[in-house]
C-alpha cells in the first residue's frame, strides 16, 4: 500500500518514526515531524500527570494543631516533591543531590497538594479544599497573616488565589487551639504556656498594657498585664519538650472562658506611703510534672533608652547635632530625634560614630602635645588627666565628660551581647552617678537597690548567680555572636506585637474576640514559628556573625566616621580649645560663665551623691530624703538666666497691662487705637527678640533669586577673580604647618598662585575689624579665642577656629598674610588688602583702592570690581558664600556696567554645592524695578545688623513685594545715597509692612492695623506689626545699611553718616539698637492711672487732676 501510494502521488516522501510509517509531501515535513514529537510529549505528560494525581488523591493527611517538620513532609506524597524537585533544579540526578528539597520546592509541593480536587463540581464558582489534603504551607500562610495583621480580605485574596486557607478555616483553627488550651489549663489546675520545657532555668518580665487608658469604663478600653517568660538552655541541657497541644474537638466555633481565678487579680493596698526599700526575693515552685523554676523579682527595669537619653540632656544646645547635620551623617530632624533617644538603635550607633571620632581628636591633641613638648611629653593617660582637672579647660573637660558616658554605656551594651554578669554589675556602678548628675531622680533612687541586690546574689542566692554567671540575665533570640539583649527589652518587642495591627488594638470592644486573641494569639504565634522552623532545615548553614560584622557595615560606619571627624576637626578640636569659655560646637556661642565650673565638677557631683546615697540604704529615711537636682543644661545657661527671665517678665508685664486696661475700660472711656500706637515694652516684640536683634534666614533671598536663572554646569571663564579674603583663611585650616610663616608658604600662597596662574588679576579682600562695630554684638556671640601674636617663627594654635574667634589675631593674620602674597606671587597682577590700605605685587596704580574706608569685604569687593573694569577688565568672578555680596552685586551691576564690564560671576556655595550665578542674567530677569530696590529690601527684611520681622521671612516679604509694587520707587530710592526719607515714604512702607500680616487688611496705618489684627483676628502680641514709631527707627537702621554702606560699594573713600540720626544710639563704645522714641504703654496712657489715696480724692488725686473716674485699681473707696 505504501509503494503504491509513493508511486502514484508525486512529491510524496515516508518517513519512518519508531515503529511508525510517516507519509508526507516534502514540504510538509517539518510540521508533521514537529506535530508528531508534541503528541508524544503530551502523552508522556497526561501519563505522568495520570500517575501524580493518583499519588497526590490517595495520599490522606489532617491538620491536627501543630506544623512540626514530620507534618509538613508528611502532608504530601514524595512522588510530588521529586517531580517538583526535577522541574526547579533539572532531571539529572546530579542536579538532584547538589541542590535537594529547598523551601521554595517544599511550598509548591504542598500548594499542588491543597489545590488538588478528587472532583471539581461543574459550575460552581469556587471549590470547597479537602481536609484531608490541607497542606501545611496554606495553613502558615493564612495563621500567619491573621497574626500579623487580623486582614480578613488580605487572607481571602490569597485563598481565591490558592495560597491560603479560608478566613472561616483560620477562625476554626484559632478556637480550636484556644479550646485545646484551656483544657490543659484546666488540667493542670494553672495557666502554663505549652511551649514551656521542664527542667530549665527561667526569666520573666511583667508590665502594663494600656489601650485607650484615659477611660476605665469604656467598652474599648483594655488595661491588661504583660508577663513575658524566656527560658535559657543550654548545650548540656534542652529541657524537657512537654506534650504538644492536638485538637480534638473539630466542631469548636468558640474559646471557651478560664475560671475568674485564672484572669483577674484581687486588689491589694499599701499600708504605709512610703514602704521600706525590698530586696530581692526568690521563688522556688515545685510543680509536679511541669517545670522548676527560678525567678528573680526585679525592682526596676534597667532601661537603655534612659542611660542614651540621659546622655543627651547633656549634649543638648551643645552643637553636636549641627556637626551631625553638616556632617551629612543625620538629617536635621534625625539629630534632633537622638537627644531624646526616639530610637534606641540608631541614637547608639550615632554615639558609638561620635565616640571614635573623639577619641580620633583627642589623639590628634595629644600627638600636638608631645609634638610641642619633645622629650618631655606626658604619657597619654597622665595627660588626659592633667587637662581633665584643669579649670582652664571646659571644653576639653566637656567633650570628655561626654565620651566618658558615651563609654560606661558600651560597656553596659556590651554586658548584654556577650551576656557577662560581672561586667553589667561594673558598668551599672559607673552609669549610675551619671543618673545622680544628670536629675534622673527616679533612676538615681532605684537603680542602687537593684545593684546592691545584683552585688549580693553569691550570699544570698548563690543558685540565681551561679546561672547569672553562665549568662542566664540576658535573652538570646538568635544563634549569633554578640546578640544578647536584656530582659526588658526582650518584653519591649513582644509588647510591640500586642500594640501592633494583630494584638489587641481593634478587639477590645468584643469580649469574645479579645479571648481569642488572649489565648490562642501565642499558640497561632507558636504554629507559624514551627513552620519557618521546619522549612529551614534544608537551607544553607545559619550565619552567625552579628548583623553589624559586614564588610558594608562597616563601610558605613567608617564613612561615617571620616566625615563627622573631617567636620569636627573643621569646627575646631574641642580638645585643643584654648579658650577658658566653654563653647559650642558649632556656633561658637559663649555658654555662661558658671558653666565652666558645673562641668568640671559634674560627674564628681554624682559620685558623691551615689556614694552618701548607697552607704545609706539602710535607713528608710534617706532612701526617701530629697535627691538635689544639679544644673545640667550648660549650654542655655545666660539664656536660661537672662533671656528666659526677661521673656517671662515680659509674659507677666503684657497680663498685668491688658488686665489693667479691662478694669479702668469699665469705668473710663478708652481710646485703643492710642493705647496701639505704643509698645508694650521698651522694645517692640515684632522686631526683637526680648531687647536683642531678631536675626532671620538671610539665605532664603539666596535661593529666590537663584530661582530666577539657570547656572552653568562648569566655571566660566573670566579675566579677574575677587575672593572674599576672611572666607579663604576659614576654609584653609593648617595641615602640616607648624609656623605662621610655613601656613603662608604652604597652604595660603600655594592657593593664590593657583589663582593668579588662571586669571589675569587677582583681588583678596579682608575685613577690617572696629571697636565700634555695628557688629560687635554678633561676632561676640561667636565666642572668644585666645590671643597670639603673629610672627614667622611663631607656632601654629592647635585649635585653628578658636584662634580666628579673636578679633585682633585676624586684624594681626591678615595683615602677615597681604606682605607674604604680595612677596611670593611672581605671576599676574595680585591686589589684596591690608587694613585700609591695598597692596600690589605689580607696579599698577592703586588710585580708587587705598586707602578704603569700608570695613567689610561685602561692600569692598565692588571697589575692586570697578578698578578692575577700568583696567579693561571685561568679566569678573567673585568667590564669596554670603547673601549680603549677592544683593550688592545685583545692585550694582548697572553702575559696573556703565564702567565696561560685561559680566560679573558669583562662586556660590561650597563643596560639591558650589554654583556660578550669572548676576547679568539675574538683573535682566529680575528688572531694573526689583534689582536697583534690592539693597533696602534685604535690609529692611533682616541683615546682620538690622532685625527681621518676628514670623515673617524673606519669602513672605517678596510675596507681599509682588502684591505690592507700589512700594518699588520707595526701595530704589532708599537703595541710593545719600537717603532721604520722607512721610509719603513712611506711608508707602506702612501700607507694605500691613501687607505682610494681612493681605486683605484695607487700612494703611500700621498701629490701626495693629489694633484689628489683635482684636478681630486673634493675633498674638508678637505676631502683629510694630508700632508706627517703632517702624520709624526700623526704617531708618535699613536706609543707612542700604544706602550709606551697601549704595557706596564702589566708593573708595564712602561719605560717612552719624549713627545717632539713623536708629542708633551709643552706650559707651558700642552702638545700642534706638527701637522706638515713644514711652511704653504704661508709663503714658492716661486712662492707666490708679490713685493711692486713703480717703477721699482730692487735689493731688492723680485721677482727680486728670479729670478721670477712680476705678477698682485705685486704693480709694470711691465710686467714681
Known sequence: MKERLLAEIPRLVAYKKGRDILLAFEKDVGPVLSEASSDADAIILAKAAQILRRHMVNHKSKFEGNLYESSVHDSFPPALLQFVCMIEHGA????????????????????????CFAKCKEGAATQRHSRDRETPFPVYIGMSIYAKTRKRHLVEMLHDHGLSIPYNRVLDISAQLGDAVVNRYIEEGLVCPPKLRKGLFCTSAMDNIDHNPSSTTATSSFHGTSISIFQHTSSENQGEVREPILIKNSSVKKVPELPDSYTNVHPAFFTKKKPSPPKG???????????LTN??????????????????????????????????????????????????????????????????????????????????????NDWCEKWTCRKESPQFQFWE??????????????????????????????????????????????????????????????????????????????????????????????????????????????????RRWMVSGPEVSQLVNQYELASEVNEATEDIRHHEQTRQSQKSFTDKVQRLFAVMKDLGNPFQEESKDLLTLDTKNIAHPSAAELVRTHLEKGQVAFRDFFNGLGDETSFYRPIKKNKVDFFRQEAASACSDMKKQV?????????????????????????????????????????????????QLANILEATISPPDKQPECGAIIIDGSSL?????????????????????????????????????????????????????????????????????????????????????????????????????????????????????LEGLSPCNHEEADSRIFTHALHATKQQIKSVLIKACDTDILVVAVNVFATLQDAGLEKIWIEFGQGQSIRWLPIHDMVVNLGPEKSSGMLFFHAFTGCDV?????????????????????????????????????????????????????????????????????????????????????LVQHVKRSAFQAACIWGQATVCKMQTESLANWGWQKDGQIWQVLWTTLPPIAQTCEQLTKCGCKTEC?????????GLKCTQLCACACEG
Not at 973 to 987: F, G, M, R, T, V
Not at 1098 to 1106: I, L, N, S
Request: hydrophobic share 35%; glycine share 4%; with cysteine.
Open 92 to 115: 539529572d540526578i546530579k542536579s538532584q543531590l547538589k541542590f535537594g528539597a529547598t523551601t521554595n520546592d517544599l511550598a509548591m509541593a504542598q500548594l499542588l497538594q491543597y489545590n
Open 281 to 291: 526575693n526568690v521563688t522556688y515552685a515545685s510543680l509536679p510534672t511541669l517545670l
Open 295 to 380: 525567678e528573680y523579682e526585679w525592682l526596676q527595669k534597667v532601661s537603655l533608652r534612659l542611660a542614651i537619653r540621659s546622655l543627651g540632656t547633656l549634649l543638648q544646645s551643645s552643637g553636636w547635632t549641627g556637626a551631625l547635620v553638616e556632617s551629612v551623617v543625620a538629617s536635621s530632624g534625625t539629630a534632633d530625634s537622638f537627644l531624646s533617644a526616639s530610637s534606641v538603635t540608631r541614637t547608639r550607633h550615632m554615639h558609638q560614630v561620635t565616640a571614635c571620632c573623639l577619641y580620633m581628636l583627642r589623639k590628634e591633641a595629644y600627638e600636638y602635645h608631645c609634638a610641642d613638648q619633645n622629650d618631655g611629653a606626658l604619657n597619654f
Open 401 to 514: 565628660l561626654v565620651l566618658s558616658m558615651e563609654l560606661v554605656i558600651f560597656s553596659l551594651v556590651r554586658s548584654f551581647r556577650e551576656a557577662n554578669f560581672n561586667l553589667y554589675c561594673q558598668a551599672l556602678s559607673a552609669l549610675i552617678p551619671f543618673f545622680f548628675a544628670n536629675n534622673n531622680v527616679n533612676y538615681a533612687r532605684w537603680l542602687p537597690i537593684h545593684l546592691r541586690d545584683m552585688v549580693s546574689l553569691e550570699q544570698t542566692h548563690p543558685q540565681i548567680f551561679n546561672e547569672f554567671q553562665l549568662g542566664k540575665f540576658v535573652v538570646h533570640k538568635t544563634h549569633r555572636e554578640f546578640s544578647g539583649i536584656a530582659i526588658d527589652q526582650a518584653h519591649e518587642q513582644a509588647n510591640a506585637i500586642v500594640k501592633g495591627d494583630g494584638g489587641a488594638i481593634g478587639v477590645t470592644e468584643d469580649p469574645s474576640a479579645l
Open 651 to 699: 509674659l507677666k508685664d503684657d497680663c498685668r497691662l491688658f488686665s489693667q486696661l479691662f478694669i479702668s475700660c469699665q469705668s473710663r472711656e478708652c481710646d485703643l487705637l492710642e493705647f496701639f500706637k505704643h509698645e508694650n515694652q521698651s522694645f517692640p516684640a515684632a522686631l526683637s527678640d526680648t531687647g536683642k536683634l531678631y536675626y532671620g534666614q538671610k539665605s
Open 729 to 845: 583663611v576659614y576654609s584653609l585650616s593648617p595641615k602640616t604647618s607648624k609656623t605662621f610663616e610655613e601656613y603662608a608658604v604652604q597652604d595660603v600662597v600655594p592657593k593664590i598662585q593657583a589663582y593668579s596662574s588662571k586669571y589675569e588679576r587677582t583681588d583678596i579682600i579682608f575685613d577690617v575689624y572696629w571697636t565700634s562695630s555695628l557688629k560687635a554684638e554678633t561676632r561676640s556671640n561667636r565666642g572668644k579665642g585666645g590671643r597670639r601674636r603673629v610672627t614667622d617663627k611663631t607656632k601654629l594654635p592647635p585649635n585653628w577656629k578658636s584662634f580666628l574667634r579673636d578679633n585682633e589675631n585676624k586684624t594681626e593674620l591678615f595683615g602677615f598674610l597681604a606682605e607674604k602674597i604680595v612677596t611670593l606671587c611672581p605671576d599676574n597682577v595680585v591686589v589684596v588688602t591690608k587694613g585700609e590700605q591695598a597692596l600690589s605685587n605689580k607696579p599698577i596704580s
Open 946 to 1030: 538690622v532685625s527681621a520681622f518676628r514670623g515673617k521671612s524673606k519669602k513672605s516679604a517678596w510675596q507681599a513685594w509682588e502684591v505690592c509694587p507700589e512700594v518699588s520707587p520707595v526701595f530704589k530710592k532708599l537703595s541710593q545715597y545719600p537717603p532721604i526719607i520722607e512721610d509719603a515714604d513712611l506711608n508707602i512702607l506702612e501700607k507694605f509692612v500691613i501687607t505682610m500680616y494681612d493681605k486683605q487688611s484695607t487700612t494703611c496705618k500700621v498701629d490701626e492695623a495693629r489694633l484689628d489684627l489683635f482684636a478681630r483676628k486673634q493675633r498674638s502680641y508678637d505676631a502683629i506689626p510694630p508700632t508706627s514709631a517703632s
Open 1098 to 1106: 482730692q487735689g493731688r488725686c492723680k485721677c482727680y487732676r486728670f
